[in-house]
């Protein structure tokens, strides 16, 4: 059985699509040896080092109600939506997990708003890792951790091509992107934010075009832009060995969507990149990677 490391992207709602990669990848024979997750990324990839077997994870994935999704919890900051709902979703597989528990080595990756810096989270409460690279900066609440407040970690490192490379040195980094390469970025949908449906639909409508409601859709569209550009400069400067994009351009990071959907476009997206992942498994790449000695591509946050 060929071992792989994982680099399993953020990109919201599209995340579920890395369930199909991952199930995939395994049922051609590959074992996943260690997982390095940023937003949507770090929610699949802790579910899946936690041990999660397929069906429990989808009923999970199928049984999400999408109206309370977003509720907010009584000591969130300041932020649009909460992430009430993710912790309901990941308590069953997580609930007092330390990493130290999981069967599969397992990092995130997020942002500190006192530092500026990125961090990469690999030890105490996974849940509390997790949440932490799932806050999009204002829509979620920053997670405190220690001394610091942390954000997704998509703001700096959308894809960790070099945290995977970190924890499984010897082996090939398979990295997922849920983003489309540049050719593709005007086809991308317009970014959608959920709102209370107790608000009528005339007044949000109203609201969404005032001059103030058009100019935050100016800059996060904006702030989108950058996000998909670093995406593209890490992966050609961290030079995974394989890049998996499954075709879920069509999707924005809060619409509803059908899991079954998702999850198709990444087996398909695997059996596409199959040949490319033979390649490398191939010896003299194999050899390469015997001579790689990585450090920690940014800096630890302890306990």
Not at 168 to 193: D, G, H, M, T, Y
Not at 206 to 225: E, F, K, P, W
Request: aromatic share 6%; glycine share 8%.
């Amino acid at each position: 059985m060929e071992e792989i490391s994982l680099a399993l992207g953020g990109g919201g709602i599209k995340g579920i699509a890395h369930l199909g990669i991952i199930f995939r990848l395994q049922e051609a024979g590959f074992k996943i040896k260690a997982i390095a997750g940023t937003s949507a990324g770090g929610v699949v990839g802790a579910v899946i080092a936690a041990g999660a077997e397929k069906p429990e994870i989808l009923e999970a994935v199928n049984g999400i109600d999408s109206n309370k999704f977003f509720s907010r919890q009584h000591n969130d900051g300041p932020s649009l939506l909460g992430l009430a709902g993710l912790v309901k979703l990941l308590s069953p597989f997580l609930h007092d997990k330390t990493f130290d528990d999981l069967e599969i080595p397992f990092a995130v990756t997020a942002v500190d708003f006192i530092s500026k810096q990125e961090f990469i989270l690999k030890r105490g409460p996974v849940i509390n890792a997790v949440l932490a690279t799932s806050s999009i900066p204002g829509v979620f609440p920053p997670v405190k951790i220690g001394n610091t407040e942390l954000v997704d970690g998509g703001v700096l490192d959308p894809v960790p091509v070099a945290v995977a490379r970190w924890l499984a040195p010897k082996l090939p980094v398979v990295a997922v992107c849920l983003s489309p390469v540049p050719e593709q970025w005007s086809e991308l949908p317009e970014i959608s934010v959920p709102v209370d449906p107790r608000i009528p639909g005339p007044i949000m409508h109203r609201l969404v075009n005032l001059r103030i409601g058009q100019a935050i859709r100016i800059y996060v569209d904006s702030m989108d832009i950058t996000s998909r550009m670093i995406t593209e400069l890490r992966l050609q400067v961290e030079k995974p060995d394989v890049i998996i994009r499954p075709d879920v351009v069509k999707f924005g990071y809060l619409d509803r969507a059908d899991p079954d959907v998702l999850i198709n476009l990444g087996i398909e997206a695997v059996e596409k990149a199959l040949p490319e992942i033979q390649v490398a498994m191939g010896w003299h790449h194999k050899f390469a990677r015997q001579f790689l000695n990585p450090q920690p591509p940014g800096k630890l946050l302890e306990d």
